[in-house]
């Protein structure tokens, strides 16, 4: 409930009123401060011992004098003339007449050589941009250099070893074929008879499609939906039977 506040010359104001002190509470003091205060006091006390105490005033007579920091040549010594020119490298010898001078070896620039010898030929450029941007026709891609490798023309070895696996799987299948088929168990159709039996799967799916041509938009009854899905089934496995028919020249049927 909060305080009510009369005005100043208001009757209340005369019953005295009791003070409620409140108490603070206690001062936080850290239990490190005499540990703090003490390595503080040690590194402020370790500052004043730093370098000499007293240090030595230069000597008056030790001035700087003139000339004294520019640098000193080393005194040149006198040595006699036998001394000075001899040589302790000897040249060669003289060669003698009947010696043969080296031969392919030049010591001078051949100016007949360099001037007679082929013009070096520019290379093979090309420009590709209008600000004159070149490149060598080599690294352009425009110069077919595959045709100049050694393998060129040649199948890889990859494809050899597939057209093998291939030709002995081939060669595998045959054999079990002519194997079950010298035994009886299975019997190869002729030409004639897979065309027979492939005009007859036509014939029979042409008449299946006429009779599903017939049939009525509206499939409102649980008969005329049942014989709807049933001629769509009978169709679907025509096709199938006819595109198989056609895609395999050799056609084998078990006797069983």
Same mark, same amino acid.
């Given at each position: 409930?909060?305080?009510?506040?009369?005005?100043?010359?208001?009757?209340?104001?005369?019953?005295?009123?009791?003070r409620v002190q409140t108490q603070k509470p206690q001062?936080?003091?850290?239990?490190?401060?005499?540990?703090?205060?003490?390595?503080?006091?040690? %590194?402020k006390d370790a500052m004043k011992t730093m370098g +000499?105490?007293?240090? &030595?005033? $230069?000597?008056?007579?030790? *001035?700087? /004098?003139?000339?004294?920091?520019?640098?000193?040549?080393?005194?040149?010594?006198?040595?006699?003339?036998?001394?000075?020119? %001899?040589?302790?490298?000897?040249?060669?010898?003289? +060669?003698?007449?009947? &010696?043969? $001078?080296?031969?392919?070896? *030049?010591? /001078?620039?051949?100016?007949?050589?360099?001037?007679?010898?082929?013009?070096?030929?520019?290379?093979?450029?090309?420009?590709? %941009?209008?600000?004159?941007?070149?490149?060598?026709?080599?690294?352009?891609?425009?110069? $077919?250099?595959?045709?100049?490798?050694?393998?060129?023309?040649?199948?890889?070895?990859?494809?050899?070893?597939?057209?093998?696996?291939?030709?002995?799987?081939?060669?595998?299948?045959?054999?079990?074929?002519?194997?079950?088929?010298?035994?009886?168990?299975?019997?190869?159709?002729?030409?004639?008879?897979?065309?027979?039996?492939l005009e007859r799967l036509k014939s029979n799916w042409?008449?299946?499609?006429?009779?599903?041509?017939?049939?009525?938009?509206?499939?409102?009854?649980?008969?005329?939906?049942?014989?709807?899905?049933?001629?769509?089934?009978?169709?679907?496995?025509?096709?199938?039977?006819?595109?198989?028919?056609?895609?395999?020249?050799?056609?084998?049927?078990?006797?069983?």
């Amino acid at each position: 409930m909060s305080e009510v506040i009369y005005p100043q010359e208001s009757v209340y104001n005369l019953i005295p009123k009791e003070r409620v002190q409140t108490q603070k509470p206690q001062r936080y003091m850290s239990k490190f401060r005499p540990s703090v205060v003490l390595e503080k006091k040690l %590194t402020k006390d370790a500052m004043k011992t730093m370098g +000499p105490p007293k240090v &030595e005033g $230069p000597s008056p007579e030790k *001035y700087l /004098k003139k000339h004294s920091k520019e640098p000193k040549l080393p005194e040149k010594k006198q040595c006699p003339k036998e001394v000075c020119n %001899t040589c302790s490298m000897k040249k060669p010898a003289v +060669p003698a007449r009947t &010696e043969n $001078p080296p031969m392919g070896i *030049y010591t /001078k620039r051949d100016f007949i050589k360099t001037n007679t010898a082929m013009p070096m030929k520019p290379q093979p450029t090309c420009v590709d %941009t209008n600000k004159g941007h070149k490149e060598r026709l080599g690294n352009s891609g425009l110069v $077919p250099k595959y045709i100049k490798k050694r393998d060129y023309g040649e199948v890889p070895e990859y494809l050899l070893q597939r057209n093998a696996d291939e030709q002995r799987a081939k060669e595998e299948y045959d054999k079990f074929v002519r194997e079950q088929t010298d035994q009886g168990a299975m019997k190869h159709l002729s030409d004639e008879e897979r065309h027979a039996i492939l005009e007859r799967l036509k014939s029979n799916w042409d008449k299946l499609h006429h009779e599903y041509q017939g049939l009525s938009l509206v499939t409102d009854t649980l008969s005329k939906k049942a014989h709807k899905e049933r001629l769509e089934v009978a169709m679907k496995q025509l096709e199938n039977d006819i595109n198989l028919f056609e895609r395999f020249k050799t056609v084998f049927l078990s006797n069983n």
